[in-house]
């Protein structure tokens, strides 16, 4: 079956510090790779994706390749900001499913002043 | 709508009683998804419907719980006899036929006491 591993939190910056959060995947088929994101007391929100190996997902500074050699789809940010403080889920969905996602645990952020 | 919607967005009941979640999707989204977010869970699939038929049953957690879809349109996510272990916020998402995007709505908080 499919499943989604990612670094578990808390992560902790300080403003304009690098951010990398780890995810890994397993699929049987060739999966969309996903991040989404969730702020305190919202709703998940879409942050970037990737259809395809070697495609590079990016919005709002945030960036992810698709890389299927390693099965991976790691998060980066160059300089995080306060506001980017929120909980990171990675992603996958499967065409072949359903297109239904299935969740890695969530990376809770914390970027401090 | 302008976006997913979710009605009630808080429930608390008391154990054994039943209650229905509704999920209202963005007009022209004919797949539409059910996700329950608990602590010690993550985030899980529970269903999803293409049009008003339900392909995928499998992540329904017991037979206390079923769903329906009519018009193409409106969800309910049905719980019978409340347990405690139901308690979670539960997520509706929509996405266009064949699309690997899905929007979510802001969830229905769920508390059975």
Known sequence: GNSVTQMEGPVTLSE??????????????????????????????LLLKATKADDKGSNKGFEATYRKE????????????????????CALSDWNAGNMLTFGGGT?????? | ?????????????EKGKDVELRCDPISGHTALYWYRQS???GLEFLIYFQGNSAP?????PSD?????RTGGSV???????????????????????????????????????
């Open chain 1, 16 to 45: 304009e510090a690098f951010l990398t959060i780890n995810c890994t995947y397993t699929a049987t088929g060739y999966p969309s790779l996903f991040w989404y994101v969730q702020y305190p007391g919202e709703g998940l929100q």
């Open chain 1, 70 to 89: 390693t099965t991976s789809f790691h998060l980066e940010k160059g300089s995080v900001q306060v506001s980017d403080s929120a909980v990171y889920f």
């Open chain 1, 108 to 113: 809770r952020l914390m970027v401090k002043p």
């Open chain 2, 1 to 13: 709508g302008a976006g997913v919607s979710q009605s009630p967005s808080n429930k608390v009941t």
């Open chain 2, 39 to 41: 602590l010690g869970q």
């Open chain 2, 56 to 60: 995928d049953k499998s992540g329904l």
């Open chain 2, 64 to 68: 206390r719980f079923s769903a329906e």
């Open chain 2, 75 to 113: 969800s309910t996510l049905t719980i019978q006899r409340t347990q405690q272990e139901d308690s979670a916020v539960y997520l509706c998402a929509g996405g266009t036929s064949g699309g690997d995007t899905q929007y979510f709505g802001p969830g229905t908080r769920l508390t059975v006491l």
